[in-house]
């Protein structure tokens, strides 16, 4: 299995994936321990370890159930689009307002435009593994120690 690395077809997969309409679906535990999962076209890629998206409420949903329940699950899938057409990414969350400006930044204007005031929060996920399928074939990847 590969040592995680978020650049290269998986970045420009993610990172241009809601352009496309193909939002990646983030997963998560909320307070009452149910399911939820949601579209998030802010996912992109912050570091070859990490994914960062804004949540737009910083006191509820996704920013307050990451505090105790940090592991998330993301999910992508486009056919047509480039790199790969398949992924399923684990990692931990956190609320992150010292990457505030860097993750807004990092959004596509159309997600900007929803929270123009910005007041929302940056959220870092910590990617732990990555398993999916692209033209060349499968992909499999993990933090090595220490690294997620």
């Not at 998206?53 to 307050?64: C, H, P, T, V, Y």
């Not at 990451?66 to 609320?95: C, H, M, W």
Request: charged content about 20%; hydrophobic content about 45%.
């Amino acid at each position: 299995m590969a040592s995680l690395d978020l650049t290269g077809d998986i970045a420009l997969a993610v990172d241009t994936a809601a352009e496309r309409g193909h939002a990646l679906v983030v997963g998560y535990v909320d307070d009452a321990g149910y399911p939820v999962t949601s579209f998030r076209g802010s996912t992109h890629v912050h570091s070859p370890t990490q994914l960062a998206l804004w949540a737009r409420k910083q006191s509820d949903g996704l920013a307050k159930a990451i505090v105790a329940n940090p592991q998330v699950t993301l999910l992508y899938f486009d056919r047509e689009g480039p790199g790969p057409f398949f992924l399923s990414v684990r990692g931990k969350a956190r609320v992150a307002p010292e990457a505030d400006d860097a993750v807004y930044a990092g959004m596509i204007q159309g997600e900007r435009d929803l929270d123009p005031e910005r007041a929302g929060v940056a959220v870092l996920i910590d990617v732990e593994s990555v398993f999916g399928a692209g033209a060349s074939g499968p992909i499999q990847q993990t933090a090595e120690e220490g690294e997620a």
